[in-house]
């Protein structure tokens, strides 16, 4: 059995982005903690691709929100001002 390579770490070193691993898999979490490779490389190159997209969409759909009620507002702001200048006529 081959010996996996050490990473820089210091032993009592835990990253942020280990936890995840961590309380999906511990295994897993050992096995990067001892310098494993992982064999489904193309499949998590896949699902980060896909968290990149969802991502994406996500940004975009809270632009299209913030556009959809600053359209609104400027609506409710004409509407007001019409109001406002009908009224302003009849007196």
């Not at 001892?34 to 691709?49: D, R």
């Amino acid at each position: 059995m081959d010996t996996p390579p050490r990473t820089p770490l210091r032993p009592d070193t835990i990253r942020a982005s280990e936890v995840g691993i961590f309380l999906y898999c511990r295994r897993a979490w050992w096995y990067q903690r001892e310098g494993w490779e992982s064999k489904n490389v193309e499949e998590l190159h896949t699902g980060a691709q896909m968290h990149e997209a969802h991502g994406r969409k996500v940004i975009a759909i809270a632009i299209y929100r913030i556009a959809g009620y600053a359209a609104v507002l400027l609506a409710l702001m004409l509407a007001a001002v019409a109001v406002l200048d009908r009224w302003l006529l009849l007196q």
